[in-house]
């Protein structure tokens, strides 16, 4: 099949289903579209890579720039129409203004303040985009029904790029040569980690549809989730037809599935899970931040059992030589994108591997500890919301472990416009949402 006509009917086919998916939830309005490419753009490569336009981390890309803040601006517009009391909005989100206002002001020790500040502006539309979903009158339908779109999106176009566009589908590792699926992603485990999210988002609204038998959908988009269900397992098993394609991708995964079923084991001692939950998240952050110090994974079968090497595939070296890096500026760190260049990037690595140390690094000790107490608050108020097992807060829940454990050996931590952290951040912003909507009816 030619590439021209792949794209046209996969282009069709997503306009037919997402346009499908949109009416059929009356209750949402036409700027959730906004959110569903928020959330898509974070788990994409950018603009330029599209353009073919050749940039750095120092001069950027003009047309992610250009598209970034035309979307802030039809938010805000947006916002404005439906009178949105924004700056209440920021005195109850307030770890989240914090963060922003701490990424904002470590511009002044960055050793690159315009770039900082570039990048600065690329998170602060973060508030835009959570104002927008909370304004509407049923958030959590709308950031639901904004992810399935994204989903709706992502799968196929995903598939389409690696078979028919393979110059922006796939990629291959330096010095091994070796084939990688990255569809609409930057990189593997990238596009492995979106198949993971969508195939659990998809996997437990299936299982909902079955067990409580009150989730009414129509027939094309319950065989539109069945089918993304079955291409989120094939791209995410790659080229070598395997599940440890990406380890991290894969074990983040398991871990996802297996708090659903440990919450849905023990949901009746709603108190002590609540403090189990806690208990595993602080567990899973001390990993994260062990490996990268020590150099070594605390289960040390645990590489072995992924079909992966002592070195977690170089990440070892790879943090080696960025944790003295770390060292020098442990409080306050290099300024936000005020560590990384291109010269860095050709020496050690894209990433540190580790969203912990890729922090650290950013915002020091300071950073981390405000980005962990946001994700920490949002697990402790999500688990007090929870009504019932079916509740939606509880894959919520599994999705903010999920992005804990992926950072052990990936990075998305410390960053809001990247995926899912992109997502992760929106659910903050609905439990605030919902608790202070409990509160009002006490």
Known sequence: MPPQVALLLTSCFVILVTYFEYKHNKDISKATWIITIWILYSASKGLGYYFNIKSTIESGSLPDRIFLLSLGIISILFLLKRKFRFFYFLRKSFLLTVIISYMLISSIWSQFPSISLRRWGREAIVIIIGSLLISEKYPVKALISSFRRVVYIAIPFSLMLIKYYPHLGRSYTIHSGELMWIGIAGQKNELALICAFSFIFLFWFLLESIFKREYEYPRLLLMT??????????????????????????????????????????????????????????????????????????????????????????????????????????????????????????????????????????????????????????????????????????????????????????????????????????????????????????
């Open 225 to 442: 989730d069945i089918s993304m269900l079955a291409l989120s397992i094939y791209l995410f098993m790659g080229p070598n037809r395997s599940f440890n394609y990406s380890a991290n991708a894969f074990f983040t995964l398991i871990f996802g599935f297996a708090f659903i079923l440990f919450f849905k084991l023990f949901m009746n001692h709603k108190h002590t899970v609540r403090n189990l939950i806690l208990c595993l998240a602080t567990f899973i952050i001390l990993i994260g931040m062990i490996s990268f110090f020590t150099g070594n994974i605390p289960v040390k079968e645990l590489p072995e059992l992924l079909g992966r090497d002592t070195t977690l595939t170089g990440r070892i070296y790879i943090w080696s030589k960025l944790v003295p890096y770390a060292q020098k500026k442990l409080l306050l760190g290099y300024g936000f994108g005020g560590f990384w260049t291109t010269s860095l990037r050709t020496q050690i690595a894209v990433t540190a591997h580790n969203g912990y140390l890729d922090t650290i690094l950013n915002l020091g000790i300071l950073g981390l500890m405000l980005f962990l107490t946001l994700l920490m608050t949002l697990i402790s108020k999500c688990s007090k919301l929870i009504s019932d097992f079916w509740d939606i807060k509880t894959l919520f829940l599994a999705m903010v472990l999920m992005l804990l454990v992926h950072n052990i050996a990936e990075s998305s931590l410390g960053y809001f416009e990247a995926f899912p952290s992109s997502l992760i951040i929106l659910f903050y912003c609905i439990i605030l949402e919902q608790e202070t909507a409990k509160i009002d009816n006490l």
